[in-house]
């Protein structure tokens, strides 16, 4: 079975903190995307990498970074934490850059930000 | 207007009964087309893929309509375990790469 792994379920971190959410997946995915949702607003995507070191943003990428320096490994980094940001992230990977392929989640990091 | 539209619901139907999700969408090249299921505190899971003549797994009917560029999940003789978020998913190409967009996700709760 495909694993994709969050590093923390719950997590509590001040404003202005630096925050890093990591992700593993362990299929060898090309594919790593992360994902906030929020009540009334579904899922939204932050930034995707489809390849090591590659990056591209979400429809929602400010306040936000991310690294991919191993092809198993996709971490969101928030720069400065704030409560804005107090969210559900879910990090998803898939197979191919070609998009028809099944998505697997994470279970989720909820983020509170006070 | 939003990539993917779906009605948040909730859809609350009687134990047996026959419910319909719509999901439009207005990338006309979008290519690839899914329904996840979504439980309530846990991480989504592909319910199944939307094929373009149609497709059915057991009680669930997923349906493909280009033209009018929406998709339609159909669950017969709902369960109480049905009860859940659905999420319909629409990939496009993003500059040469597949983008994926998750619909708001409709809720359904099935009563005894």
């Known amino acids: 079975d495909v694993k994709v792994t969050q590093s923390s379920r719950y997590l509590v971190k001040r404003t202005g903190e630096k925050v890093f959410l990591e992700c593993v997946q362990d299929?060898?995915?090309?594919?790593m995307f992360w994902y906030r949702q929020d009540p009334g607003l579904g899922l939204r995507l932050i930034y995707f990498?489809?390849?090591?070191?590659?990056?591209e943003k979400g429809d929602i990428p400010e306040g936000y970074s991310v690294s991919r320096e191993k092809k198993e490994r996709f971490s969101l980094i928030l720069e400065s934490a704030s409560t804005n940001q107090t969210s559900m992230y879910l990090c998803?990977?898939?197979?191919?850059?070609?998009?028809?392929?099944?998505?697997?989640f994470g279970q989720g990091t909820r983020l509170t930000v006070v | 207007r939003k990539e993917v539209e779906q009605d948040p619901g909730p859809f609350n139907v009687p134990e047996g009964a026959t419910v319909a999700f719509n999901c439009t969408y207005s990338?006309?090249?979008?290519?690839?087309f899914f329904w996840y299921r979504q439980d309530c505190r846990k991480e989504p899971k592909l319910l199944m893929s939307?094929?373009?003549s149609g497709n059915e797994d057991g009680r669930f009917t997923a349906q493909l309509n280009r033209a009018s560029q929406y998709i339609s999940l159909l669950i017969r003789d709902s369960k109480l375990s049905d009860s859940a978020t659905y999420l319909c998913?629409?990939?496009?190409?993003?500059?040469?790469?597949?983008?994926?967009?998750f619909g708001i996700g409709t809720k359904l709760q099935v009563i005894p």
């Open positions: 998803a990977s898939s197979i191919s850059k070609r998009g028809n392929t099944e998505a697997f």
């Open positions: 299929m060898d995915h090309e594919n």
């Open positions: 990498s489809y390849d090591v070191k590659m990056k």
């Open positions: 990338n006309s090249a979008s290519q690839s």
């Open positions: 939307v094929y373009s």
């Open positions: 998913v629409v990939t496009s190409n993003s500059g040469g790469y597949q983008k994926v967009t």
